[in-house]
């Protein structure tokens, strides 16, 4: 797995935790949105179909897990 900086991966959080209607039931949801929205720069369409860094999803899905209660 890729070594992203502590700072990343804190902004993406707050950024997932600040999404319109964030539930803490979706989770891989919202950290894929969020790592969409930083290598696209743009939130996911309905159907969009564009790579993510897998690498960078699961960090931050491993990060958000152990920091949320």
Same mark, same amino acid.
């Given at each position: *797995?890729? $070594? /992203? @900086? #502590? @700072?990343?991966?804190? @902004?993406?959080? !707050? !950024?997932v935790k600040e999404y319109p209607r964030f539930s803490k039931k979706e989770? #891989? !949801?919202?950290?894929? *949105?969020a790592v969409h929205e930083h !290598?696209?720069?743009v939130l996911p369409s #309905? /159907? $969009?179909?564009? #790579?993510? $860094?897998e690498d960078? /999803?699961?960090e931050l899905l491993q990060e958000f897990k152990s920091n949320i209660k």
């Open positions: *797995m890729a $070594d /992203y @900086s #502590e @700072s990343l991966i804190k @902004s993406l959080i !707050k !950024k989770i #891989e !949801k919202f950290c894929w *949105m !290598k696209h720069g #309905e /159907y $969009d179909i564009r #790579e993510i $860094d960078l /999803y699961l």
